[in-house]
């Protein structure tokens, strides 16, 4: 039986087999290089913007500014550590950028709800319409800022719930920052009966106003007739308070006016309908 004749390679099998070994055995060390750069950098990185964090913390740079800057730095070293990986492999790293620069602007053009976030979330950065802290309400939503990430804002509603609102749809409303001032004014609207006298009412709740050292001298608190309603006369109760005072304030004003007003026989009107009725004649 005849030998089979294998075709000439320019260089022996053998010397085929050697360098597929070699170059086995290279990618392998490459595979594994790569490996590791990825791993040990991505544990740098996460050290490096933990670091990052405590500093900025121990300086008292503000919660919003080190949220920001710690996971910006974060995704930039993490995409330096993954070029590094790459590299490691053998890949020529500059054609690689440019490829991936190529890629990022057509993934830019197709993400650009995301990259108007990112830009809204710089901006409330540079400008600092809120930080974190303080209760806001923006995009339809109220709560209190928890997070001011690369791409949203985390707030925390009155009842508990984590809403997470896009930074664009933010920068693209109007915001209402209620911890901005270190002062707040309480507007309260009291209605008395026709018959009470005016002057009793207004010293009652000038002597509750008194009472409550949570409300500040400056400014003056207004106290006044408001308007002449169809069933009542409304006063105008206008203290000023710290912004942390504001709801136990009004709350407990409320309930102090219809405890005085009950005491000293003052009414407060409420609707009232009358039904009359007539029995029809046969």
């Given at each position: ?113 995301s990259l108007s976030n990112f830009a809204a979330g710089v901006l409330i ?158």
């Amino acid at each position: 039986m005849d030998a089979v004749k294998l075709p000439d390679l320019g260089f022996s099998w053998d010397e085929a087999i050697t360098m597929l070994k070699t170059s086995g055995v290279d990618f392998a060390i490459n595979l594994v290089t790569a490996a590791v750069i990825f791993y040990v950098g991505r544990m740098l990185v996460r050290l490096l913007a933990r670091g990052l964090r405590k500093v900025m913390e121990k300086q008292e740079v503000d919660q919003t500014l080190v949220t920001f800057v710690s996971n910006l730095v974060n995704m930039v070293l993490l995409m330096v550590v993954i070029i590094a990986a790459i590299g490691a492999l053998g890949v020529q790293t500059t054609s690689f950028i440019a490829v991936l620069g190529a890629a990022g602007l057509a993934i830019g053009l197709a993400l650009q709800g995301s990259l108007s976030n990112f830009a809204a979330g710089v901006l409330i950065v540079f400008f600092r319409p809120y930080k974190v802290g303080d209760w806001v309400e923006a995009a339809g939503v109220a709560g209190s800022v928890e997070e001011v990430q690369i791409l949203t804002t985390v707030l925390k509603t009155g009842d508990n719930k984590r809403v997470i609102v896009p930074n664009a749809q933010i920068m693209s409303s109007v915001i209402t920052n209620y911890s901005a001032n270190e002062t707040r004014r309480v507007d309260m609207v009291v209605g008395v009966s026709y018959g009470d006298d005016i002057d009793k009412v207004r010293n009652a709740m000038e002597e509750i106003i008194a009472a409550d050292q949570r409300i500040l001298d400056e400014p003056a608190c207004t106290i006044a007739v408001s308007e002449l309603a169809d069933s009542s006369v409304n006063f105008v109760l206008r203290p000023w308070v710290k912004t942390s005072d504001y709801w136990n304030v009004k709350f407990d004003l409320t309930e102090a006016i219809k405890k005085r007003f009950d005491k000293d026989g003052i009414s407060i009107p409420f609707p009232q309908q009358d039904v009359h009725l007539h029995r029809a004649s046969d």
